[in-house]
């Protein structure tokens, strides 16, 4: 059964602390992307070991297995636009639903293990990324379709929040 999509903006994220999670995201520095990125696999390849995986806590909220799912997706779509940031100038983003994603994903239907294998892959790659960026390049620029305006440094803050969020999420 899909989840009602939500639609809100959370760019925000990237100016003031997040009530639900705590988390500043506004605070973090670009040495601190990739070594953040890699603190938080263990932990979702923990959430993944639950019992209660794939059992949505009720109506309205993916289960742990479709937030991870969805996390390992988030690192897919977040590397590919900071790759498009790092070789073109102001790029605009392709958007990306998704609800869609996860119900073309059948990410309630996904086996654990390879969420938590695919996460792993995509995390370090993602954080590997994040590391290569020179100094220079954090101030480079990409506007999603509905015109946030991101730089290097605010996409990888916007994207940390993703990743503690949503653990936040699947931990409460």
Same mark, same amino acid.
Request: aromatic share 10%; net charge negative.
């Given at each position: ?5 939500? +639609?809100?903006d !959370?760019?925000?994220?990237i ?12 605070e973090?520095?670009? +040495?601190?992307?990739g ?8 932990r979702?390849?923990? +959430? /993944?070991e639950? #019992?209660?995986?794939?059992? &949505?806590?009720?109506? *309205?909220?993916w289960?742990?297995?479709? %937030?991870?799912? =969805?996390? &390992? ?6 590397? @590919?636009?900071? &790759?498009?940031? /790092? ?5 605009d983003?392709? #958007?990306?639903?998704? #609800?869609? $994603? $996860? +119900?073309?994903?059948? %990410? ?5 293990s390879?969420?938590?294998?695919? /996460?792993?892959?995509?995390?370090q790659?993602? $954080?590997?990324? %994040?590391d $290569?960026?020179?100094?220079?390049? !954090? ?5 999603? *379709?509905?015109?946030? @305006?991101?730089?290097?440094?605010? /996409? *990888?803050?916007?994207l940390? =929040?993703?990743?503690?969020? =949503? ?6």
């Open positions: 059964m899909p989840i009602t999509p939500d +639609a809100k !959370w760019t925000w994220v100016e003031k602390p997040c009530p639900a999670c705590g988390f500043a995201a506004f973090t520095s670009p +040495a601190d992307v070594p953040t990125i890699r603190s938080h696999i263990p979702w390849r923990k +959430a /993944l639950r #019992d209660d995986v794939a059992v &949505r806590p009720d109506d *309205s909220t289960s742990t297995l479709e %937030y991870a799912a =969805h996390v &390992r997706d988030v690192f897919g779509v977040f590397e @590919q636009r900071l &790759r498009l940031m /790092l070789a073109e100038d102001g790029p983003f392709a #958007d990306w639903d998704q #609800d869609a $994603a $996860a +119900a073309d994903g059948d %990410y309630a239907g996904l086996r654990p390879t969420v938590a294998a695919e /996460l792993d892959t995509a995390g790659a993602t $954080a590997s990324t %994040y $290569a960026v020179r100094r220079e390049q !954090w101030a480079r620029t990409g506007r999603r *379709s509905n015109g946030s @305006q991101f730089t290097v440094e605010t /996409l *990888s803050q916007y940390l =929040h993703d990743l503690v969020h =949503h653990l936040h999420d699947v931990d409460a």
